[in-house]
Structure formats: C-alpha cells, structure tokens
Nanobody, 125 residues
Framework: QVQLVESGGGSVQAGGSLRLSCAASGYTYSTHWMGWFRQAPVAEREGVAAVYTAGPYTYYSASVNGRFTISQDKAKNTLYLQMNSLKPEDTAVYYC??????????????????WGQGTQVTVSS
C-alpha cells in the first residue's frame, strides 16, 4: 500500500505561481511512476505531468509544458509540481497518483492505483 497526501493548493491570480507537494508513505519503494492529474468541474480527470521514478524521465501535457515542472525528492519521499504562469483554465482539483506497474501510461488514470485526496487550485483572471 502507498499513501499519498497533497498540499500547497490555493487561490492565485493569473500569471502567479504555486507549488504542490505530495508526501508518500508506505511501500514507496514499489512505485515506478508518480504523477499529477487534475479535474476541472464538468470535465474528465486528465494527466498533467508524471515522472518515471527509476530514471530522469518526465512527461507533460501540452497544455502545461513549459509552465509546470515535476520533481521528486527521493530522500523525503515527496513529489512536487511547480506551477508558473498560471492561467484560469488551470483551475481544478489536483491529484497526486502513484503506480507500481512499470509499463504504466503516464497520463492514463486507470494505470495508477494509488491516489491522494486532492487539493484545489483556483486561478482568477
């Protein structure tokens, strides 16, 4: 089992920045992927960014590429999402997720078996 707890959400004006954190506990050594997903009202949950924990491989959705940066601190078992140049369309509940399956698809919800409770990010224009 892997437990995930997000923090760092909040409200910010367009153009601002936020950093989300995800503290992992439990069998963290078994995770191969960690990622961030988001779900806006009346929308499906979508993959935002992910990292393959065993290598320096990161992936981003086209909508956030160049503005968001995913990183991990393995010593602290913590995943981060630095979000810069935020836009109103980035408003959503952001979820941290983990997968123990090496061949997971980084942006597919069903491939991730562990989820945090979510943290709200609101960007006003």
């Amino acid at each position: 089992q892997v437990q995930l707890v997000e923090s760092g959400g909040g409200s910010v004006q367009a153009g601002g920045s936020l950093r989300l954190s995800c503290a992992a506990s439990g069998y963290t050594y078994s995770t191969h992927w960690m990622g961030w997903f988001r779900q806006a009202p009346v929308a499906e949950r979508e993959g935002v960014a992910a990292v393959y924990t065993a290598g320096p491989y990161t992936y981003y959705s086209a909508s956030v590429n160049g503005r968001f940066t995913i990183s991990q601190d393995k010593a602290k078992n913590t995943l981060y999402l630095q979000m810069n140049s935020l836009k109103p369309e980035d408003t959503a509940v952001y979820y941290c997720a983990a997968s123990t399956i090496p061949r997971s698809r980084w942006n597919v919800n069903a491939d991730f078996g562990y989820w945090g409770q979510g943290t709200q990010v609101t960007v006003s224009s």
